[in-house]
């Protein structure tokens, strides 16, 4: 066996290697005690696949070669610089900031998946057809999440389009970009076969790049702010999909295994949170739910009742079960650490505590679980919606921080809601309901919520996290 076979055979058991760690990793991110070392084993298997992808393209041939030439220069710039970032970024960026961030990352993991293809292109001369069509779907998926990516992360900071933007005849719109982008796919994959001249194949690879770039930008821009959630997991699956697609273009097998990994996850979450608001993907791309904000039936003109903390302490004190349900006020009041000192106080005097999550509850997927594991809420205190909802009848109290539209009744009662038929956490079913919230306003559907002015619901107004820390005081003095 010759040194070319032993180097074959070491790269495909490096590459399995990584497979395995990756695939091993996605499983132990599954649950909040192995998460870290989910993470951990994940970082490793991508290192591995790194370092592995260097011996493969004998890059130390460039050892002896000029610095703008070697590729290790290259290489350690880069982890250099991207170490930093990531580095400063972990530090600075706070947990209502973490939705946009996520949205950053899956557009620059479309863009590295953009920028291979177009590499390969210009490097490889001995592109066959069947890697041809792979590169040009690289190319579209990847320019869609690069682009969508960077206008959802506007959305979501409040930086760009932070009003509702309606395209006129945007499914048309988008077809034909769709359509004339894969058109540039095929005229690449013929000049490759030769059936069309070179220079035709580059104007393919420029249509196909122009078009879905645009694409990414005119497909979310029209979607509300309400269903970035989803479009943030979807996203993720584009992105994981162009990586597949680059792997295939490039044949490398870890690449592919790691973006079918990120591609399916994605799509599965994706397809978990449209359930979650009683929508469906199709209508969530081709519909126009979030292009304009909504009012539901208002019904009775009733005026929310207010309580002071002290008064609110006195029915705590009294509760034997309660449950809080955080939403995104909670994340920019940052009250996730307060709201465990009471759920601390609240055991201590005997009550049973629990945490509703709703799928969508924040700005992206899990965020409540992110926020509240931070603040060291244990895991098993942390129910769905399926779970809580057939006990919400028998709870003394049922807390709602920051959260409108998860709770939202007309979901349930009013067919003339946009809401109608999503499911929800049945808030409004506790024998009482805390609401705390900075005012009166609608949620971020901008649907109206008559949960605010039920019977038995009653409204503490101002910041969540002071509040939240006056009811740990008032326990604190008894």
Not at 107 to 117: D, E, H, K, M
Not at 128 to 135: G, K, P, Q, Y
Not at 259 to 274: D, P, Y
Not at 352 to 377: D, K, Y
Request: hydrophobic share 50%; glycine share 10%.
């Amino acid at each position: 066996m010759n040194w070319e076979n032993i180097s074959v055979i070491a790269t495909t058991i490096l590459y399995m290697v990584s497979s395995i760690l990756f695939i091993r990793g996605i499983k132990l991110l599954g649950k909040a005690d192995t998460a870290r070392r989910g993470n951990l084993l994940s970082s490793v298997g991508m290192l591995i696949a790194v370092v592995t992808v260097l011996l493969e393209k004998n890059v130390t041939d460039t050892l002896t070669q000029p610095p703008m030439q070697n590729a290790y220069l290259w290489a350690a710039a880069a982890i250099a610089l991207g170490s930093v970032i990531g580095a400063v970024w972990a530090k600075k960026v706070e947990m209502t900031g973490m939705p946009q961030l996520v949205a950053l990352f899956n557009g620059f993991g479309g863009l590295s998946s953009l920028l291979v293809a177009l590499t390969q292109y210009m490097t490889d001369k001995n592109i066959n057809v069947f890697s041809s069509i792979a590169l040009g779907l690289t190319i579209a998926i990847g320019a869609i999440a690069f682009t969508g990516s960077i206008v959802a992360w506007g959305k979501l900071s409040g930086k760009m389009f932070k009003k509702n933007v309606a395209i006129p005849g945007k499914n048309f719109i988008n077809g034909l970009l769709a359509a004339v982008g894969l058109a540039g796919v095929c005229i690449y994959a013929l000049s490759i076969a030769g059936v069309l001249d070179s220079d035709i194949g580059k104007i393919g690879i420029i249509i196909v790049t122009a078009a879905y770039l645009i694409l990414g930008l005119t497909m979310v821009v029209a979607i509300g702010g309400g269903d970035m959630p989803v479009i943030i997991s979807l996203l993720n699956a584009f992105s994981g999909l162009a990586a597949a697609f680059a792997g295939l273009s490039i044949s490398n097998s870890v690449l592919v295994v790691s973006g079918c990994l990120v591609g399916t996850s994605g799509l599965i979450l994706t397809l978990i949170m449209c359930k979650a608001m009683n929508r469906t993907l199709y209508s969530l791309l081709f519909g126009s739910f979030g292009a304009s904000a909504k009012k539901g039936a208002s019904g009775e003109q009733k005026e929310p009742k207010s309580m002071s903390v002290e008064d609110a302490y006195l029915i705590l004190e009294a509760a034997s079960s309660v449950v809080f349900i955080p939403g995104y006020g909670m994340a920019v009041a940052q009250a996730q650490h307060a709201v465990k000192e009471l759920c601390d106080k609240l055991e201590e005097n005997g009550a049973e505590v629990s945490f509703a999550i709703h799928p969508v509850a924040g700005r992206m997927p899990g965020h409540m679980n992110v926020l509240l594991a931070e603040a060291n809420v244990p895991y098993e205190q942390l129910k769905t919606a399926d779970e809580m909802n057939p006990q919400m009848a028998n709870t003394d109290v049922a807390i709602v921080i920051g959260a409108n539209d998860v709770v939202n009744p007309s979901a349930i009662s009013d067919e003339t809601s946009p809401l109608y038929g999503m499911p929800i956490i049945n808030a409004f079913e506790a024998r009482t309901v805390f609401v705390l919230k900075r005012g009166k306003g609608t949620g971020f559907s901008g649907v109206e919520n008559p949960l605010f002015t039920n019977d038995n619901t009653v409204m503490i107004y101002g910041d969540a996290k002071q509040t939240v820390s006056s009811l740990v005081s008032e326990f604190d003095e008894a």
